[in-house]
């Protein structure tokens, strides 16, 4: 939090600055399975929620001692996910969800708030959900960008005209009947790039812990190298196939007003870190991007006759419906396969609303591997110890989703 603090307090004298701060770390896990318990009436719903509380206590006891106003606010943020666990479970799961979930973010950014005012920054706490308004999809909101562009000029730009360092939380949202909505997991920094639009912002900046935009992700990969600077176009398709340094939904509200986006690294400030502009030119190394959780679904029809485009529109309705992500497609006469992100039950959601028209059939556990600017070498190497179950190649770019398989090795036998 320190840490986090000096880099803010680095750049407040450079021009207008509003930051947008996520949950600790593992919060929003550990959130997560409050919500479960709740929802399974397990009783162990307060107590998670009191260790994830003590958490936030421990902090604010270590930056700020015993008493301080920190500590109500803090009861006031943790009193919103309460007042949930004290009623009946809502039938609503993900509405449920993300009146309980947004608390990691609204405490994480209470205590960095009280921390930039004892630097003595002229700090303004302000609540996301006054400014960003979605739909009522919860755990999934799409920005209504009127409403949003409104509040954000009403509420954020006369304080930063005043001089104020405007501190807001990433992720959540509301509806325009005042509940709470969340913009996706890892949704901070869609917020940021929502807020940089509102306000046209000369440029935004995501402090990670890697020093930019790599080639492949260093913990899969040995010989990535950093991207010094990346088109808006290229990050767009590196992040929708599961490129985990931004979130997807990021790139287009900045490239639509041509705002520079950097990416660089707060263990290393100082660092020139990656950037995202209209300026890059479009000459990469082969860059690999890899999705886990994938589930491959084939649906064919149950008669024998054609997956014709009436069915197609059909599908494609549920699917839109419920926003699954559509990685990769392929159609044969009486079948059609999908590969989809496999996140919470929505797969199984969707198979079953399509059940009495068609056959599903559900491969789950793949991974899907992107690869950009490909060389056949690379392709070898990603290939081994894998099976793939579909593959598809058009221009520079191969997408493979692949199955684990244990290498088969002759068994020794012993001589006779
Ligand atoms: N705290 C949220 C999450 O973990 C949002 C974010 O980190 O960007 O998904
Ligand atoms: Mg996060």
Redo the contacts with the bound molecule.
Sequence with gaps: MRHVARIIASHADKGPLAVVV??LGKT?NALEEVVASHAAQDGRAFPLLDRIKQQHYDIARALFGESHEVYDLLNDRFAEAEWVLEDEPHPNYDYMYDQIICV??LASSTIMAALLKEEGLPVEWVDARDLIITDDIFREGWVQWEETTDNTRRVVKPLLEKGKVVLTQ??IASTKDNETTTLG?????YTAAILSHCLDAESMTIWKDVPGILTGDPRVFDNVIKLDEVSYREAIEMTYYGAKVIHPKTIKPLQNKSIPLYVKSFLDPEAPGTVISDDAEDNYPPIVVLEQNQALLHISTRDFSFVAEHHMSYLFRKIAEMRLQVNMMQNTAISFSICVNDIDDKVDRFARSIEDQFKVKIDRGLELITVRYYQKELLDNLRRGKVVMLEERIRKTVQMVVKDVPIMKRKEVPAV
């Design positions: 996520s949950a929003t990691g973010e990433g992720f997991r890892e949704g901070s920094d």
